[in-house]
């Protein structure tokens, strides 16, 4: 029996009260079964106006009508990442933090990347840039379903989605670990402009994976994609077929099957 699962995916919030406000709208129209929360969803400066605190943040995201919240870390979350964590947990919630890990619900297999702008020392155990020393590990335990979606704050470099060169311009290893392992699409952030400002929020490298970015203003409106993959049947696979739409704009790129 085939089954279809709904992804919502949305990146740098920076702990915006009007940001999560569209979040919580964005969720109710088209309730997914997974949000995903792309890194820089809060962030360590100052609890000025218009800016909600962790705990807030979390409060907003435990009633979020979906049925998990996983997390990419950015490099904004840094020590405010523990004092979220603590306020999820005490909610009841368990804390999907994808850190180089995996995340698997019904057919559907996640595979979450590190952000290594910032390491905060004992924060997080500690991965390195080499994807072989724990990519291939995680991939291994999970087979042919890690290949469906992966996620990751920080950008492979070389794509139009974010800068050329500069603290945006992202980590060349993770564009060699998709043209190793041709994941049918990568999602991340990071990069708030370059989207907006070149109107492309996506690129195709030469494998076939399909990057997409689609940029976030602070001053709105929210910026996020649906994926919806249909799946054969209820054990992790990779879907019979994948679409990924760029949301407010709702254009749409069904992707075509991986070889």
């Not at 994926?227 to 209820?234: D, S």
Request: glycine share 10%; proline share 7%.
């Amino acid at each position: 029996m085939s089954q279809t699962v709904t992804i919502l995916t949305v990146a740098d919030l920076h702990r915006g009260h009007k940001l999560y406000q569209e979040l919580e709208d964005a969720v109710a129209m088209h309730r997914p079964d997974v949000v995903v929360m792309l890194g820089d969803f809060l962030d360590n400066t100052g609890d000025e106006a218009g800016r909600l605190t962790p705990e807030e943040c979390a409060q907003v995201l435990s009633h979020l009508p979906c049925a998990e919240v996983v997390f990419i870390r950015g490099n904004h979350e840094d020590i405010a990442i523990l004092a979220f964590a603590y306020a999820w947990t005490a909610l009841g919630r368990d804390f999907h933090l994808l850190e180089g890990r995996t995340f698997v619900r019904g057919p559907l297999a996640l595979v979450g990347f590190p952000c290594l702008t910032q390491q905060p020392e004992g924060l997080f155990h500690e991965l390195p840039l080499d994807t072989d020393r724990w990519l291939t590990h995680r991939l291994r335990k999970i087979g042919v379903a890690g290949r469906t979606l992966w996620l990751m704050h920080e950008p492979p470099a070389g794509t139009n989605l974010s800068q050329a060169v500069g603290p945006m311009a992202g980590h060349q290893e993770w564009t060699a670990a998709i043209e190793r392992f041709l994941p049918w699409l990568a999602i991340f952030g990071h990069d708030h402009i370059t989207p907006i400002e070149s109107g492309q929020w996506h690129h195709s490298l030469p494998g076939g994976t399909l990057c997409v970015n689609v940029g976030q203003a602070e001053s709105g409106p929210l910026r996020y994609c649906i994926v919806t993959a249909r799946f054969a049947g209820q054990q992790p696979s990779l879907p019979v077929e994948m679409t990924v739409t760029a949301c407010p704009q709702g254009e749409a790129i069904r992707l075509p099957p991986v070889g």
